[in-house]
């Protein structure tokens, strides 16, 4: 190695922000590592001119009256050959090792510790900044579509990513070149199979609805709004609680907006799905009843602590019901109360 070492190590700290001297400590490691197996023995020390690069071997070695292991001892008198200093039996010395192998050796070593210093700065710097995005939306461009799996890989701008079949909506089509909108759920830190940070994305969480309002809806955005509760059925229909926290504010209204504009905007990226926007109460009775819209409900009787019987009219059964009970369904999970449907008291 030489000067020309040094200037990639400073141009990677300017770069990459990889200070230099963390970059030497771990050449030194690998080097020593490297010329353990070369010489043999663990008494080797390994130092690098941090101005011109040069790479210097010793084995350290303890001074002993009579030598038994030649590898790890030195007599007296052959350690004053090396060093200048007052020694005696006891103290250590080092003994610089020249072998023609070493040049080639730090070179690769180097080499390969440099790269892996690029590889861990840069998976670093990726992790950061998904760390910064998760449980957020961000927008991707879709780079290429499996024809077999139907997976599709995207640009989040970061890196690369993986849009998985399974966290896509049914009603999802997408070609390449198309800026669509994902949900960071997860990133992994550490991963042994993975070349870069092990990033979930996702269009059928929950959350991916609460951060589209989130970001529609000014009133929620300001916090004059919140949402109370959500559950989701993705693709197919959502339920949103919301409630208003400023006097004169209507939650309801603030979602919809205008001729429903806000609230088609927010359907618009979810496809055919349905969305329910529900005034959150106090009252169980009358959260309930909210819960279960479109359809009308007569009575909710409440029977237990978390049980309820409600009684629609019967051409609101079905209604109420949903198709394949997806309606009270969602109800349910969204107040917590297990509800049982008639179309009477009894």
Known sequence: MNSEFISAL??????????????????????????KKEVGGNNVRVTIDQVKGDVKVYRQMLIVATVEDDVTEITLEEAKKFSRRHLSVGDSVDIELKTKNFGRISAQIAKQVIIQGIREAERGIMIQQYENKKEDIITATVQKIDPQSGNV?????????????????HSDNFNVGDHIKVFVT???????????????????????????????????ADGAVIIQGITREAGYRTKIAVMSREEGVDPIGSCIGAKGMRINNIMAELGSEKIDVIKYSEDPAEYIRAALSPATVEEVIIDGERSCRVVVAPEQLSLAIGREGQNARLAAKLTGFKIDIKTDRN
Do not use: C, N
Request: neutral net charge.
């Open 10 to 35: 400073e141009e990677l700290e300017r770069v990459k922000g990889i200070p230099k001297e963390y970059m030497i400590e771990k050449v030194e490691a690998a080097l020593i590592s490297a010329f």
């Open 153 to 169: 890989l995207v640009d989040t701008g970061t890196s690369y990513a993986t849009l998985l079949k399974k966290e896509m909506l």
């Open 186 to 220: 997860e990133v992994r830190k550490k991963d042994d199979t993975a070349k870069g940070p092990l990033v979930t994305l996702s269009r059928i969480h929950p959350h991916f609805v609460k951060r589209l309002f989130e970001r529609e809806i000014p009133e929620i």
